[in-house]
């Protein structure tokens, strides 16, 4: 797919791409360069509740800490 960039640098993403990354009017986009690479992302209107499940299943969960402190608290009391 290709776009053009006007002459003030604004370009349009392809409906496509709007679609399938659930990009909407007002979004929010995050542009980077890596290794000569446009690299965009959408950023979501609230990032902190669209990362909520990312660490899912990464590291112990809250039981694990919790037995984990349990045994610390009786070690500590021998």
Do not use: C
């Not at 640098?9 to 995050?30: A, H, N, Y």
């Not at 990032?47 to 070690?75: F, S, Y």
């Amino acid at each position: 797919m290709q776009t053009t960039v006007s002459v003030r640098g604004q370009t349009v993403i392809p409906k496509t791409i709007r679609k399938t990354m659930g990009i909407q009017p007002k979004d929010k986009l995050e542009w980077q360069i890596k290794d000569n690479v446009i690299i965009v992302y959408p950023i979501p209107p609230n990032p902190i509740q669209a990362a909520v499940g990312v660490l899912k299943g990464r590291g112990p969960t809250t039981d694990d800490l919790l037995v984990e402190r349990r045994r610390d608290q009786e070690q500590e009391e021998v």
